[in-house]
């Protein structure tokens, strides 16, 4: 019988599940258009991180390669509501390491697009790198992970059915 325990999920209210709800599909949908954009031209998605001078050719190469599929999985993950917590660490993990990188080629001078959805690489003559817009994306973005990490429970979740717990209840003994 599901009771109302004395834990942090507990207290979930109603609203709250529905902002979690939203933050995993918003986060969720955001992974895998990007992710899409990039698998779909793998030697740009590798140019991109190439562009971010941080990593040996060996390991940008790897990281290019793998990124855009890691994204699809990690989207596919947060849309259906399936391991929500361990998804928006992983989430939160990697948004810290592109606000890292692209505040890294700002303070650096690069002129390179972030290739976030795509492309990526040196920005050609007349173009100008939008940097504070990218880091203000990625950070609001970050801020969702943070939530799913610390309210993962949602409505419509895989999660949810295989725990068979409402998102604002907890079963108790």
């Known amino acids: ?23 995993r599909l918003i986060l969720g949908v955001v992974w895998i258009v990007a992710g899409v954009l990039k698998a779909g031209d793998l030697d740009a998605s590798v140019r991109a991180v190439r ?68 492309s990526g690489g040196q920005l050609g003559a007349g173009e100008s790198p939008t940097y504070g817009t990218e880091v203000a994306r990625d950070v609001t973005l970050l801020v969702l992970a943070f939530g799913l990490a610390r309210w993962p429970r949602s409505r419509f979740s895989l999660d949810g059915v295989l725990y068979r717990s409402p998102p604002d209840e907890v079963t108790v003994g």
């Open 51 to 118: 562009a971010y001078r941080l990593l040996p050719e060996i390991a940008a190469q790897l990281l290019g390669a793998g990124l855009p599929f890691a994204e699809i999985v990690l989207g596919v993950l947060l849309v259906v509501g399936l391991g929500v917590r361990i998804a928006a660490v992983v989430s939160a993990l990697l948004m810290t390491m592109f606000i890292v990188g692209i505040v890294s080629a700002w303070a650096r001078g690069l002129q390179i697009d972030c290739g976030c959805f795509g």
């Open 1 to 23: 019988m599901p009771l109302r325990g004395n834990g942090p999920e507990s207290r979930l209210r109603p609203w709250q599940s529905w902002l979690s709800t939203l933050a």
